[in-house]
């Protein structure tokens, strides 16, 4: 039986919510999105810490979706309009960009160290 935690990550990772989705079809970074995501990371790792493995999608999604992100944000050079109207520079956006790598990366390695 899955944990209340666990379903709560698989609704959220099935909405047009999750930062994936968001990041696809909107070609931009989605704070909001980041913060459920790793909230409900969390609360699953933390639920799941005293048990032998995880469920496969969870693992999966943190070793092909967060990389996925990672690499897609890679790509995020140009700041977009509503950024710039909001004062940011192109420069700004790119260390904005490279901060939010850090902490998927963060999370990841967070999740790999609980294995």
């Not at 970074?29 to 969390?42: G, V």
């Not at 699953?44 to 493995?53: E, F, I, L, Q, W």
């Amino acid at each position: 039986m899955m944990k209340t935690s666990l379903n709560n990550f698989f609704e959220y990772v099935a909405s047009d919510e999750e930062l994936m989705y968001f990041i696809r079809i909107n070609a931009e970074w989605n704070e909001e999105s980041f913060i459920k995501m790793e909230q409900l990371s969390r609360e699953v790792m933390k639920d799941y810490v005293n048990d032998d493995s995880y469920h496969k999608r969870f693992i999966i999604y943190f070793m092909r979706e967060i990389p996925s992100i990672i690499e897609m944000l890679s790509h995020f050079k140009v700041c977009p309009e509503d950024y710039i109207k909001d004062g940011c520079t192109q420069e700004s956006y790119r260390s904005v960009i490279a901060e939010k790598v850090k902490k998927l990366e963060k999370l990841r390695q967070d999740f790999i160290a609980s294995l």
